[in-house]
């Protein structure tokens, strides 16, 4: 099981945040590509209410059919935010109109704060939920803030792609002998929990190494933004259109390859730990 540092501290105050919904299935998470652009949140299908992760201060609530989103179509629908201090922000979407404007200013962990809904670009009921850090400018996966739910069953690999300087890729399992130079690695891959109902989920982190040094490491810890751009974090920040672009998969790391015998490995891993590894044997002319 690989280890390594999260960069997201998670202040003591925070640490007993809970799910909005315990029965809720899993039908998107943090770090999906969502056709060339990654998801910010957990999406799932859920009835019934949505409660409060933790205490904190309602700072926006807004129905579908408001004004505010009105003049700007949003993938939200109608949705609230509450700030539970430090600058951690936890968003409530794509819930019930009915309830938002009932919602008090001041919430308890576990006060029912909306209906599963609809709303914004959803076809079923469900919510979506995220979070944002005010201070450092950046999303944050919602398993490092609330524990991450049980999960036994490694990722899998669906494909592992290098992709050259003139856009030519090459497939992994029916490639044995490529030129040197600069590639991209484009890695598919996916997680599943326990329940067969959920939808294949993004993986946490993929590390990419040649010859046993690590070339690559793609982590969805967080998203940064900056200056109105989004980056990820890839070894260090990244454009993330650049690492998202291959819809499915993604632009795990890259490298440069010089003349001989190459031994590529791709480790995935998810949130809980558990990890699936993929080795390719190469020449290099």
Known sequence: MIRFALFFMIPAALSALDWPSQNAVAT?????????????????????????VGEGELIFATTESSAAVSRLPSTLGAWLALDHGDGLVSIYARIEDSVIDTVPKK??????????????WSNRDG?????FDRKERRWVN????????????????????????????????????????????????SDTRQ????????PFKIICSVNGMETGAFSTETFSARDGV??????????????????????????????????????VQDITGNTVNAQYRLFVE
């Open 28 to 52: 998107g998470n943090f770090g999906t590509n969502n056709r060339g652009r990654p998801q910010l949140g957990d999406t799932f299908s859920a009835t019934g209410p949505v409660m409060a």
């Open 107 to 120: 919430i308890e962990q576990g006060t029912v704060i909306a209906n599963c809904g609809s709303t914004g």
């Open 127 to 131: 919510y979506y939920l995220s979070f």
């Open 142 to 189: 919602p398993s490092l803030i609330i524990t991450a739910k049980e999960d036994t069953r490694a990722p899998s690999i669906q494909s592992v792609k290098l992709k050259n300087e003139a856009g030519a890729l090459f497939d992994m399992a029916m490639t044995r002998v490529l030129k040197q130079g600069y590639y991209g690695i484009i890695v598919q891959s």
């Open 195 to 202: 329940s067969s109902m959920e939808s294949p989920l993004a």
């Open 230 to 267: 989004l980056m990820a974090y890839r070894g260090g920040l990244t454009h993330a259109r650049q690492i998202f672009e291959p819809y499915p998969a993604v632009e795990a790391g890259y490298v440069v390859f010089t003349r001989g015998q190459v031994n590529l490995s791709i480790i």
